[in-house]
């Protein structure tokens, strides 16, 4: 079998690309580690490896939370220390140019400034300097202006004001200044990211800067790399999940009436090859492997299942022990409600679609059906867990992270297999069973019932 379709998409493009690899400037102070620890869901500590004031950029840090990231500190450009610049210097071209290897070159930079909240200078002359060095060499920079929650805090007024009067003095002191440097230069801000235990973050703001990171590195046009930042994220499930899409693309989603590309294959490995690619895409802290194993594996067949049948009569057959009612609830489901989910767990695997499991895959409409219901059941299930896991300190995933999904899914998983039902039966002689149709429905469920796929 050819390479290209067996093996997994997302091990093929990390041969390539290991590891995102981004720089983080700043002073002391200015929030460096806390922005890690929000963007790629790792322990500060594991990002704070200098004592305060001490950085070695070339010193490579690799979060043992996050093996999809290497991270490389440097300290600000400081007046009276310009061995700080001239270090950053010699990185960013070290780590640029067609010459370097993917893997060895810094794919985006982060200069963190911290707002002032008191007034005084924001940008010191090394910051031009080294901005328009990135510029030059193509690398993407983005600005990062944190610690916002402080400048709101200075005012002594009602929030909605004080929220008002911070935003003029940020456009004052931090955004006219950037744009007389240069228009070209992209900035985001944080808050609410370094009070420890106490933190509050805004979760929107980091979502936005994560996702225009994304865009900066996409744009450069390196290869893959744009995926390796979206795979590395965690902090913005739009990102992860177009990004899921991007790669079903290049792998999984072949599998979608492709015979020809999977001789011998039994359904049951397509599944499980999908199920593998997808939850790699996602990169979720998962060190016992929850997700690959079997049980879950068995739940997501037993869901997608109930796709394949084209109307409540086929599915009589397929599940003949099974009330009629029972089919009618699953088949023909109350949107909203997660009653169908339980329902349909507890019927388990029925003999005819473990059949079909264990035979030769073929390019049929039950078996599109089946596909398309387990991509998007699955994307929502990862989609859903990722938003749960949006805490700090990072945990890692647990069995009741993984229960409570399954058990209270806010979207009825059937809503979306009714639409795939439909779909399948009344545009199959439209599409004729080829993957570009299917493949574009599929991102139409996804932003359906997410409200964040986009067919990018």
């Excluded at 440097?181 to 929107?204: C, H, N, V």
């Excluded at 492709?258 to 049951?268: H, I, Q, R, V």
């Excluded at 078996?367 to 749960?388: D, E, P, Q, S």
């Amino acid at each position: 079998m050819a390479s290209d379709t067996t093996e997994n998409a997302v091990t093929q493009m990390l041969n390539e690309c290991p590891r995102l690899r981004i720089l983080v400037v700043g002073k002391s102070g200015a929030g460096k580690s806390s922005l890690i620890s929000y963007a790629f869901g790792v322990d500060k500590e594991s990002v704070s490896q200098h004592a305060p004031g001490q950085a070695n950029i070339d010193h490579e840090i690799f979060p043992p939370q996050n093996p999809v990231v290497v991270v490389h500190d440097s300290m600000g450009f400081e007046p009276g220390k310009p061995e700080n610049l001239e270090r950053a210097e010699k990185f960013v071209r070290r780590r640029t140019g067609a010459d370097v290897p993917l893997k060895e070159q810094v794919h985006i930079i982060w200069l963190c400034i911290q707002v002032p909240h008191a007034g005084g200078r924001v940008f010191e002359d090394g910051d031009e300097i080294f901005l328009r060095l990135a510029s030059e060499r193509n690398v993407p920079v983005l600005v990062v202006f944190t610690q916002f929650d402080k400048v709101i805090d200075s005012f002594r007024k009602h929030r909605e004001e004080k929220e008002t009067r911070a935003n003029q003095k940020f456009e004052k002191l931090c955004v006219v200044p950037l744009g007389e440097m240069s228009p070209e230069f992209q900035y985001a801000r944080t808050a609410g990211l370094s009070s420890g235990r106490f933190a509050k973050p805004d979760i929107p703001a980091l979502a936005n800067l994560v996702e225009m990171s994304r865009d900066l590195v996409r744009n450069r046009g390196c290869g893959d790399a744009w995926l390796v930042y979206s795979i590395a994220q965690r902090a913005s499930a739009k990102v992860t999940i177009e990004a899921c899409v991007a790669i079903g693309m290049k792998g999984h989603w072949n599998i979608l009436c492709s015979t020809a590309k999977f001789p011998g294959w039994t359904l049951n490995q397509c599944l499980d090859k999908i199920h593998d690619e997808m939850v790699d895409s996602w990169n979720f802290y998962d060190p016992r492997g929850r997700l690959r194993d079997g049980e879950l594996r068995k739940k997501m067949k037993i869901l997608a299942q109930l796709a394949a049948p084209s109307d409540v009569s086929e599915a009589r057959t397929w599940f003949p022990d099974v009330s009629s009612d029972t089919i009618q609830q699953l088949i023909v489901p109350v949107i909203g409600t997660t009653a169908t989910v339980v329902a349909g767990l507890a019927i388990g695997l029925s003999v005819s679609f473990g059949t079909m499991l264990a035979t030769a895959y073929q390019n049929t409409e039950p078996t599109l059906r089946c596909f398309m219901a387990y991509i998007v059941g699955l994307t929502l299930i990862l989609h859903k867990l990722f938003i749960r896991l949006l805490r700090w300190p990072p945990e890692e995933l647990s069995e009741e992270d993984i229960a409570v999904i399954l058990e209270t899914y806010e979207l009825s998983i059937y809503s979306a297999y009714d639409d795939i039902r439909r779909y399948v039966n009344k545009a199959v002689w439209r599409m004729k069973l080829s993957s570009g149709p299917a493949q574009k429905e599929v991102i139409e469920l996804l932003r359906k019932f997410t409200g964040i796929g986009e067919a990018a």
